[in-house]
């Protein structure tokens, strides 16, 4: 009796949060529309990019920009090249002449060093009213910028946008991906249920003056990235509006990392950050793994009863559905098979990111 009394309370709370995955599907179509009706704004815009060891990746990112479709002159484009050892600075140097839009900053310039005052220095910078941020290695869509200045002009202060990676045919992008589609999920219905906790830098946009009114990234600097996720942070501990941006061509692809250490790494730095979440939010996060968890290792616990045996099948197939009715708003597009066994993978990883976290010392990158 209690085994499927605990089974009908996990099947309402995914119910649940299907229920808020609608919420987001409603709110997506409505900024769809917004974005068809609305063609030109007055709003506008300094994107600011920190770049370290980026030469290869830069020129791609400025040249996407480029193709951005909002009024010239609306846009500048900072980038602050954080101490970068290969060509990155001079390579943006010489794109100076070609793109009008563009500005180019030495970190060293202001005698500090690192991501978090990268960005800082940039936005110091800029000349226009709303920020928008982004990596190196990105490409955004056509409607980037139009999409967010659309939710701008509802009153938010703080938004956060979907940002894909670029689906590949090798184990650690499988994975990669995977994971980011089950965090955006997760990070989106969340943010739907008015529970902001966290957002991908690559993709993210605020007000100067909501940006100067939390201190900046002056009380973001327990580790060494986290400059999205405690920026968040900080915004709910001071009541700023906070929103989420999906709609069509305003995603920001990325690619992801090649090796297994280098996605080690990068998600260590990730688990890492969600130490310093707010109180609130880990227990939530804790509550929802957990209970993830013990579906997975459910059939371990077939020797105290038959019944747990049940539990696995349930978890996979709500995981089936949950990714299958969204993975395409999010950018991508699993096989039943992939579904099903990255479904797996995902859980045993977090595990392993909870690990490294703890134990490894991380840098936001070498």
Same mark, same amino acid.
């Given at each position: ?8 309370? /996990?099947?309402? %709370? ?19 529309? =917004? ?18 060891? &980026? ?15 909002? #009024? ?5 484009? /900072? ?14 140097? &010489? ?33 226009? #009213? ?11 869509? +056509? ?13 938010? &202060?703080?938004? @956060? ?31 739907? $249920? ?6 991908? $830098?690559?993709?993210?946009? @605020?007000?100067?003056?909501? @940006? &100067? ?17 405690? %920026?968040?942070? *900080? ?28 996605? %080690?790494?990068?998600?260590?730095? !990730? ?9 609130? !939010?880990?227990?939530?996060?804790? /509550? ?20 747990? %045996? ?8 709500? =995981? ?7 993975? +395409? ?23 392993? !990111? ?11 990158? *070498?």
């Amino acid at each position: 009796m209690i085994l499927i009394l605990l089974s009908i309370i /996990i099947l309402l %709370l995914f119910n649940s949060f299907l229920i808020y995955l609608l919420r987001i599907k409603n709110r997506f179509s409505k900024n769809e529309n =917004d974005v068809v009706k609305i063609s030109v704004y007055q709003t506008g815009f300094s994107i600011i990019v920190a770049a370290k060891n &980026e030469a290869e990746n830069i020129l791609q990112l400025i040249s996407s920009i480029e193709k951005l479709d909002y #009024p010239p002159g609306l846009f500048e484009v /900072i980038i602050v090249d954080d101490n970068s050892s290969d060509a990155t600075f001079r390579v943006c140097q &010489e794109a100076v002449s070609k793109y009008k839009f563009l500005k180019v900053f030495g970190i060293q310039e202001s005698g500090k060093g690192g991501k978090r005052d990268a960005l800082s220095y940039g936005i110091s910078k800029a000349s226009k #009213p709303f920020i928008m941020i982004t990596d190196s290695d990105c490409l955004p869509e +056509k409607n980037w910028i139009k999409c967010y200045a659309v939710q701008f002009h509802k009153g938010y &202060e703080l938004l @956060f946008g979907v940002a894909p990676f670029i689906q590949e045919d090798f184990f650690v992008n499988k994975v990669s991906c995977f994971e980011n589609l089950r965090s955006s999920i997760l990070s989106f219905s969340f943010a739907s $249920a008015g529970l902001p906790f966290t957002a991908a $830098a690559r993709n993210l946009g @605020f007000s100067k003056s909501s @940006f &100067e009114q939390i201190g900046g990234y002056s009380k973001t600097s327990e580790t060494p990235s986290g400059d999205d996720d405690l %920026l968040i942070r *900080e915004a709910v501990k001071n009541n700023l509006k906070i929103g989420s941006v999906m709609g069509e061509g305003s995603f920001v692809f990325s690619k992801t990392k090649k090796t297994l250490t280098e996605y %080690l790494s990068q998600r260590s730095r !990730h688990t890492q950050t969600s130490f310093y979440y707010l109180l609130r !939010h880990q227990v939530i996060l804790t /509550i929802w793994h957990s209970i993830n968890l013990f579906f997975l290792f459910s059939p371990f616990l077939s020797f105290i009863h038959i019944n747990f %045996l049940v539990l696995l099948p349930i978890k996979l197939l709500t =995981d089936f559905i949950i990714v299958k009715l969204n993975q +395409k708003k999010s950018g991508y597009n699993f096989g039943w098979y992939e579904i099903i066994y990255l479904q797996v993978i995902y859980e045993l990883f977090l595990i392993i !990111h909870l690990f490294n976290a703890k134990f490894r010392k991380v840098k936001w990158k *070498e």
